[in-house]
């Protein structure tokens, strides 16, 4: 974080303003104690006053976990600033830390000099037990390196609330808003934003929408009037694309990209879902759009649901799941029976730690393998990877777009950091998004089932409801042109080759790899998924020391973008940065005969930006 | 036979000339064995098509794994030979964005009560409005042989050399359990009485589910036999009737009544019961509970009932799916995609 400029401002004698280029702040506190609502809110105020913001969400499995425990620590980091940023931050600047467990958790994240904000009522012997520690830190010496705040919340909320008329456990809800109204002053944001909200979502409780506004204001004329607080900060507006901007997370481009696609199709979409973590909110979200004439069906398992959104395929609907790791394996048969019939049909996994139940609300990238291959027999699939929590909105139009063209299953491969972290979104303009084309086979004297279009190999649409149509599909092997049940072992062979080839030949429509830096020479860092933030700005810092690096990122896992190999060829060596094992990488090497080096971190957070410089400079010096 | 007015769409006219049997005929060679029950099964199936008088592109047959999902193959309507176990949730997704088509699911007792249980549980919970088939041969034909969950106790198979440890279910008692609003049982051998049924099952407005005892002749030979066969079918099965008093018998001299909490059967003209004593049957009760104490009968503590069991009204799945959707535009008016696009707090950067 650059410091720029000391403002003399209409703040008080004491205070100076200090410009920042970007901070990254993260509220830590019990689950139940309104983390998530406070980042939330401080990043549509830091948003809707012009920084570029990312978020990073780290919520607990557990619904409650025992109060004031570890696992129960809820955590929520925003990063803002006047630059263009693809990160939240590989550490925060400031830890808002609502409780000892909160601290305990998140204080190794915290740089030496990094601003701590403690709520120190919270630091009783019980809670200080809970949390594990033996002495409390704000006593024993244990925080010198940092710049202490300790703050009594709890008190001054409880004290600001005193004639409102709320029972202690419904005032005790309001210290985030305290909380945040510190750090609205801290950092220089109005309260506006979040005093509209507060009034939206309690109008109908007037006592506890006065309660919060007022927590809110108290917590920022805090900082204001105390002497605690010498420097406050401001990190101006930054330089984005000009347009309509709202702040929107993976999943909720994900719904919006469905629901679009289907609107470019002029078909119904038809949801089949069952809930999962991280997965759940898109259900949830579709589910309102009933004016839109989005079906949604909570099926009773997930094979219900990948089941039904076939059955409506081939209707005619537009069939579409969604789900995380553990579920796209109870969908393989399926999968591979829509791979059989060929019908269109997106399958969703917002990946999440595996093996099996793993870590239901951290991110990993480690079903890739289960999406290429997870079926029996030979049998390809289409898939595709948002790089960005907006670009969930542009991959998820392309998977339909791919589907519906080739009469293909795509899985449409997000993960959780991607599907709750959030950024901004220039809002685009739906007239100038190309209509998709269904092509529903309608002529009797013409139709064969199983007959393949030459330029893409897809086979007729022809749903039920079409005159002179009647066919009959299904999982046996099909003979070529007829689609009859074969055995035949020529057959067989061919068809197996034919729809191969058939996802291969959906590379012809799929852009080429772009690289970032130079043309060729010196190091590549290649990426998938949500690791392009971190490799963007890793790749960005390297090469403005100096550094012989160049990034490229892809979003079309299979097929692959038709340029990838040469492009990987030109240059010296090729870094692939994974949160698996090195899915991808073993993936390259295979086709590419290409001597691709690995970055492997599986911890169920994303990379940090430091770590990827660390290897490049470990690699290249 | 009365078509459904709810069925809409497009009314066969003088333009389009009536449909025949043959019409529902595939050229694909038959392959069950020789003397399967499906045979007959199929042409009772094919036979009553052309008399629902609704356009043959509008109906959809789709079928799990087994020897009785072959069918689909056999039916010119638009099909789909699915998945084990799978075929209702393919056919709910269908009907439920396509209410208009008529589906027909084909499936078998294991591929409905074993690895397909629990999807059966939830269409007939949903009252989906499709039309159920299970053949029930009481074996795993088309693995050659293996033991099912509707098997009898005991029973030696290529799976179970020294006999099953496994006691079955009685399908009708499920699919009652699990809220089904239409429950009949037919048997392959008896034409008549399976015209009947699918004709009920086709008119009934809600998940209509049809379990038709067919003979397996290769790996289950005469399961049915004892009851079924035609010297003693009118003394040993009962055909339900509704509104008509549960006698049966060549002479119709036994009925069934209440004896406490318990049917018992009793000899009509002997100790004094009359036909008045006799049950009447009332396939519309809301209470499932006769309906589920007439599925526990078996030979031959009691006759064998088949026909209609019960048939009540519910609101079907598809249509209240429908409705929600038509409520919600009617509220609110149809979506624009801008505006979603913009919820939540949005800022333009000049």
Known sequence: MATVTT????????????????????????????????????????????????????????????????????????????????????????????????????????????????NENEFSEANLKKAAYASNPLEDGSLQAYRVYQVPISTLNSGALKDSGLTPVQVDRCKNMFALGLMFWMYSRPLETTLHWIDEKFGKNPAVCEANKTALKNGYHFGETTEMFATHYHVPKAKLKPGLYRNITGNEATA?????????????LFYGSYPITPASDVLHELSRFK????????????????????????????????????????????????????????????????????????????????????????????????????????????????????????????????????EPWLVPDISSLPKIEPNFASDPATFKPYARDPKTLARPWAIPGTPELEHRIGGL???????????????????????????????????????????????????????????????????????????????????????????????DRVLLPEINLGQMRMLLRAKFLLDIEGLNKVSGRPFTIAEVERKIAEMIG | MPVREDKGSVMITAERP???????????????????????????????????????????????????????????????????????????????????????????????????????????????????????????????GQYSPTSELGKRTKSSPYGTIDAPLHPLSVAIGAEATFVARAIDTDAQLMHHCLERAYQHRGASFVEVYQNCNIFNDGTFREFAAKEVRADRTITLEHGKPLIYGKERDKGLRFNGMHIEVVEIGKDGITEGDVLVHDETRADPTIAFLLSRMEWPEFPVPMGVFRAVQRPTYDALMQKQIE???????EGELRDIFLEGDTWTVE
């Open chain 1, 291 to 422: 004016r839109f004439g989005v079906k949604t069906f909570q099926a009773e398992d997930e094979i219900a649901a990948v089941g039904a959104a076939i059955g409506a395929s081939f209707g005619g609907s537009l069939g579409l799941t969604g789900t995380s790791g553990p579920g796209l394996a109870l969908k393989s048969e399926a999968i591979g029976l829509a791979v059989m019939v060929e019908l269109p049909l997106v399958i969703m996994d917002v990946q999440r730690a595996g093996p099996s139940t793993g870590m239901p609300t951290k991110t990993e990238q480690a079903d890739l393998l289960q999406a290429m291959f997870g079926r029996n027999g030979e049998s390809p699939v289409a898939i595709v990877a948002p790089a960005t929590a907006s670009d969930c909105f542009n991959m998820a139009v392309e998977a339909w777009r791919i589907a519906i063209k080739y009469r293909t299953p795509v899985i449409f491969l997000s993960d959780a950091y991607l599907g709750m972290g959030s």
């Open chain 2, 327 to 333: 409520d919600v535009i009617n509220a609110e008016g």
């Open chain 2, 18 to 144: 009536a449909l025949t049997r043959k019409d529902f005929v595939t050229d694909q060679e038959v392959r069950w064995c020789p003397g399967c029950g499906d045979y007959s099964i199929l042409a009772q199936t094919q036979k009553i098509m052309p008399e629902l008088g609704i356009p043959r592109e509008n109906i959809v047959f789709i079928s799990g794994i087994g020897c009785s999902s072959r069918l689909p193959y056999y039916m010119n309507t638009y099909g789909f030979h699915s998945i084990h176990g799978r075929a209702p949730t393919i056919a709910s997704g269908l009907k439920a964005s396509r209410p208009e088509l008529s589906v027909w699911v084909v499936t078998g007792d294991g591929d409905a009560l074993s690895i397909g249980g629990n999807h059966i549980l939830h269409v007939l919970r949903r009252n989906v409005d499709l039309q159920i088939i299970l053949h029930n041969n009481e074996i795993y034909g088309l693995t050659k």
């Open chain 1, 7 to 118: 403002k003399e401002s209409e703040s008080p004698e004491h205070q100076d303003i200090l410009e920042l280029e970007r901070v990254t702040i993260r509220f830590a506190g019990d689950s139940g104690d309104g983390m998530q609502l406070a980042g939330t809110q401080f990043t549509k105020t830091s948003a809707v006053i012009g920084n570029d913001i990312s978020t990073f969400p780290d919520i607990p499995a557990e619904i409650r976990a025992p109060q004031g425990s570890l696992p129960g620590v809820s955590g929520f980091q925003v990063s803002f600033s006047s630059q263009d940023i693809f990160t939240p931050g590989d550490q925060p600047d400031v830890l808002v830390a609502m409780n000892p467990a909160a601290l305990k958790t998140n204080l190794g994240d915290l740089p030496r000099g990094g601003l701590l904000v403690v």
């Open chain 1, 477 to 571: 092997e099909k003979s070529d042109i007829t689609g009859n049940v074969s055995y035949d072992p020529a057959n067989h062979d061919k068809m197996v080759r034919l729809r191969a080839e058939k996802i291969e030949c959906i590379a012809q429509d799929i852009p080429d790899v772009v690289v970032d830096g130079d043309d060729s020479g010196g190091l590549l860092v290649l990426g998938w998924g949500s690791t392009y933030g971190v490799i963007t700005t890793a790749v960005q810092r390297a090469r403005a020391e100096g550094k012989r690096v160049s990034a490229a990122h892809f979003r079309h896992l299979n097929p692959l973008p038709p340029n990838l190999g040469n492009v990987l060829r030109r240059y």
């Open chain 1, 256 to 268: 919006l990209g469905f629901i679009t696609a289907s609107k470019l199709a002029g078909r119904q």
